[in-house]
């Protein structure tokens, strides 16, 4: 198995079905975006550069979405903390995904590569 699906397919429940409903949200936002292991993390390339990249957080257990550039938009939801490049939205793997949120947090930092 690729290290990209890996990453996906060694997770437990509900975690994985968590993390592969993102993989497909976020494929399905922008057709030129392109899904590539880089860094040793499943990232979301947009113009060659970091969109963004799905990991767990180690304190929570809950997946997040790493968003690029997304330290020059601002939401409630997003966390900064000491990032210089990228702002975390958590996603709870119990709960729906707030899609319609993730898009139009997208649409704000697709308006920054522009």
Not at 42 to 68: H, R
Not at 71 to 99: A, C, Q, W, Y
Request: proline share 6%; glycine share 4%; charged share 25%.
């Amino acid at each position: 198995m690729k290290p990209i699906d890996n990453f996906y397919f060694d997770k437990d429940e509900p975690i994985k079905s968590c993390l592969l409903a993102l993989k497909e949200i976020i494929s399905n936002y922008h057709t030129e975006f392109e899904h590539r292991w880089y860094y040793k993390l499943p990232c979301f390339m947009y113009q060659n550069q970091i969109f963004c990249y799905l990991w767990v957080d180690k304190k929570s257990g809950f997946p997040y979405i790493a968003i690029g550039k997304g330290i020059h938009i601002t939401h409630p939801d997003l966390i900064k903390g000491k990032r210089t490049f990228t702002s975390l939205l958590m996603i709870h793997p119990n709960e729906d995904i707030p899609v319609k949120k993730i898009y139009e947090l997208f649409d704000q930092v697709i308006a920054l590569y522009n």
